[in-house]
């Protein structure tokens, strides 16, 4: 059965950055163009931290990192879709809300593996490169490690 996903715990810039993500088209670019953004917003982020050093291998193997712990907390791997408690509470697709709930859900994935790319930008990049993907249909795929 699915649960109410709750958005309290999004930044409070969520909103206004979505907004503004929203404005610049990212809601419809194609999945390749939005993975891009990622991770071009993962390389501003990363070299505004104090000594770190991100080319675009490390940009990449944190791509995966979030990939793969991300379809760990959304799929059911013995189904290949989305886990039961998720069916329906985030599937609102290609629109604010659907994006909210999603990065309500993978905010703390992204978190627990570098609290520093836990802001609105990236968990709003992440949720449209999955929406876009279509969720069930990702979850049916193994992720890369």
């Known amino acids: 059965m699915a649960t109410d996903v709750s958005t309290s715990a999004l930044p409070q810039d969520f909103d206004a950055t979505l907004r503004a993500l929203t404005g610049d088209g990212l809601l419809e670019q194609d999945p390749l163009t939005v993975r891009q953004g990622l991770a071009s917003q993962v390389h501003v982020i990363g070299s505004a931290l104090p000594g770190?050093?991100?080319?675009?291998?490390?940009?990449?193997?944190?791509?995966?990192?979030?990939?793969?712990?991300?379809?760990?907390?959304?799929?059911?791997?013995?189904?290949?879709?989305?886990?039961?408690?998720?069916?329906?509470?985030?599937?609102?697709?290609?629109?604010?809300?659907?994006?909210?709930?999603?990065?309500?859900?993978?905010?703390?994935?992204v978190q627990a593996i570098n609290p520093a790319f836990a802001v609105s930008s990236v968990v709003i990049y992440i949720s449209v490169w999955l929406l876009k993907a279509g969720l069930n249909h990702w979850c049916a795929t193994k992720p890369t490690s």
């Open 52 to 109: 770190a050093v991100l080319d675009d291998n490390r940009v990449q193997r944190l791509l995966r990192n979030w990939e793969v712990a991300i379809h760990q907390e959304l799929c059911d791997p013995d189904k290949g879709k989305l886990k039961e408690r998720y069916d329906g509470a985030i599937s609102g697709g290609m629109t604010p809300q659907g994006v909210a709930a999603v990065s309500a859900v993978i905010l703390p994935v």
